[in-house]
């Protein structure tokens, strides 16, 4: 009997000689997750501080430099901004001017050194405030259009046709809401034709041809005008034929009045359609002041007659000129050439 109690004893011990060693250990294990819990919380901690810190020195960094360039926009005027726009998308604008290396100015429209003076009209003293449309003709690339778009002002885009060095005209212009069409048509003089410039001697299948091009490139197309045409307008019978295709495509015809024998008139009379041309070239001239001089008399011409068309060019003196007389267009209503109709 002694001996069994020695021997319970002896076994409790061992048990609890085991369990405090088991506890021990678990005391071990457990501190050394807790200290590496709180070592690794500290280190996260001061990893995303860092991160966060990182995170706004970037952000006032970037506004810092934004605010450097709202500085630098600031310090440049209008025309400076019109400038930078202009020279956007530079290499398409390099390759139109390659293509077409006489269009310094606007005189490659027109027959001869003189002006076609503007069709006879009665002054009309009516209520309504006069109306200006400005249409520039020869848009063909973007940076024409950034241009033109940047003067914040409803002016008429007169798109080319698609070519070689401006393949891309009709899909700029298929992203506007309205524009018209510069459609090529033989001149007396000028020699760098456009592809499929309308010929005097063209039939009338061939012409009905060339509008339905015209109309599939540009489905939204409303309204053309002539790309130079001084010999092409002043024959009654090319006329004749291009009207009647237009006609049947529903387009109408402005008439830019590249020569002052046009036969336009007489033609649209014959059908029984408004007359609608060109009072006043803006660029004939490169100059920035004569193209503000044009505008001025574009201003009183539709000031007197009620309304006036003026063409210009995408050129940087005539955006800038544009812009510049901004203040004069208060006198009249600016709108795009389908109010006119």
């Known amino acids: 009997m ?13 048990f609890l000689i085991n369990s ?20 690794g919380y500290d280190s996260a901690k001061k990893d995303v501080s860092q991160k966060a810190k990182a995170k ?3 952000r006032l960094s970037m506004l810092k430099k934004l605010e450097e360039e709202t500085a630098k926009s600031k310090g440049l005027d209008i025309s400076d901004r019109l400038k930078e726009v202009l020279k956007k998308d530079s290499k398409a604008a390099l390759k139109e001017q390659e ?33 200006l449309a400005i249409i520039i003709d020869d848009v063909s690339v973007r940076s024409h259009v950034n241009a033109i778009k940047s003067l914040n002002l409803p002016i008429t885009m007169s798109f ?10 009709h899909t700029l212009a298929s992203k506007e809401s309205f524009y018209m069409v510069h459609l090529p048509m033989e001149a007396q003089n000028f020699t760098k034709e456009e592809p499929f410039t309308l010929k005097v001697g063209d039939s009338q299948e061939l012409i009905t041809q060339r509008v339905a091009e015209i109309k599939k490139l540009f489905p939204n197309v409303k309204h053309i005008n002539n790309h130079t045409g001084s010999k092409f307008t002043s024959d009654e019978g090319a006329v ?3 009207v009647y295709a237009l006609d ?35 660029d004939h001239e490169f100059d920035k002041d004569y193209v503000k001089g044009q505008i001025k008399k574009a201003v009183e011409f539709a000031k007197e007659h009620g ?9 940087s003196n005539t955006i800038l000129a544009i812009n510049e007389s901004k203040k004069l267009f208060d006198e009249v209503e600016l709108v795009l050439v389908d109010r006119l109709y």
Request: glycine content about 4%.
């Open 160 to 169: 080319l046709p698609p070519s070689k060095h401006r393949p891309n005209s």
């Open 2 to 14: 002694p001996r069994r109690k020695k021997a319970s004893h002896k076994k409790q011990s061992k």
């Open 99 to 131: 293509s077409v290396s006489e269009y310094e100015d606007a005189s490659h429209e027109v027959d001869g050194d003189v002006l076609p003076k503007p069709p006879k009209r009665e002054a009309i003293k009516e209520g309504h405030k006069p109306m």
């Open 56 to 58: 706004e020195e970037k």
């Open 248 to 282: 049947r495509a529903n387009i109408e015809f402005i008439d830019s009045r590249t020569i002052g024998s046009t036969k336009v008139p007489a033609v649209m009379k014959s059908y029984n359609k408004k007359y609608v041309s060109r009072d006043i070239f803006l």
């Open 307 to 315: 309304s006036a068309i003026a063409i210009g060019h995408p050129h």
């Open 240 to 242: 004749k034929r291009l």
């Open 20 to 39: 405090v060693w088991i506890l021990a250990v678990t005391a071990v294990l457990l501190g050394s997750f807790i200290a590496g819990y709180y070592v």
